[in-house]
């Protein structure tokens, strides 16, 4: 079926891009291109942001049947106190998003998106510190936090495929490499109690 579909778009379908612009298949070519990309410091860095601001709610979310089960007793049902403020601040950002598109800069879009997210941050500290334990309550101040990154998703995208215009494709690829295999290193290793990891998601984040 994949060799069918392959043969077809191969035949079929016309390239687009313009001689000039195609970065041939050879496996030297190919392997110098990625070493450029992965060798430019810049790339790493704008690649690794929206990762680190992904990893610190991946940390809860692989752990949430533990936290709600076990230290709050709550049954399947009772996921919604997390998944809810989660997925509700995700769609807030994109209509947010959407509505101010071409208004304002990718600065100032990240600027309003870190804002949220610096709220979030610190009501969350301060709630761990006042208590000295987690509450549901607590999982309210991550419809901000996951509104925030939702908000500075798009530019921090677009920022680190600028730097190779003529390579977006791979540029994108590895970037989707990188944000992925830092997100799972961070579940994997998240073994601890509910409060370190807690304080392991503020530190990814302020990272």
Request: net charge positive; proline share 5%.
């Amino acid at each position: 079926m994949a060799q069918s579909d392959l043969a077809r778009t191969a035949l079929r379908l016309p390239e687009t891009l313009p001689k000039t612009r195609r970065q041939p298949l050879h496996p030297r070519v190919l392997w110098a291109n990625y070493s450029q990309v992965l060798r430019t410091s810049d790339f790493l860095v704008l690649s690794a942001i929206p990762t680190l601001n992904f990893a610190a709610i991946f940390i809860y979310v692989a752990a949430a049947p533990t936290y709600l089960g076990r230290s709050f007793g709550l049954s399947t049902y009772g996921f919604a106190w997390f998944f809810v403020p989660l997925i509700s601040g995700i769609m807030t950002g994109v209509v947010f998003l959407g509505q101010l598109a071409g208004r304002l800069s990718p600065n100032r879009t990240i600027r309003i998106g870190y804002a949220c997210m610096s709220r979030a941050h610190f009501s969350i500290s301060w709630l761990l510190h006042s208590l000295r334990r987690m509450c549901l309550g607590t999982y309210c101040h991550y419809f901000v936090f996951t509104m925030g990154t939702s908000i500075v998703m798009l530019s921090l995208t677009l920022l680190p495929l600028g730097l190779f215009p003529a390579m977006r494709g791979l540029a994108s690829s590895l970037a989707g490499f990188v944000q992925f295999a830092f997100s799972g290193s961070t579940q994997a290793r998240s073994r601890h109690s509910l409060r370190i990891r807690s304080r392991r998601s503020q530190a990814v984040w302020q990272l």
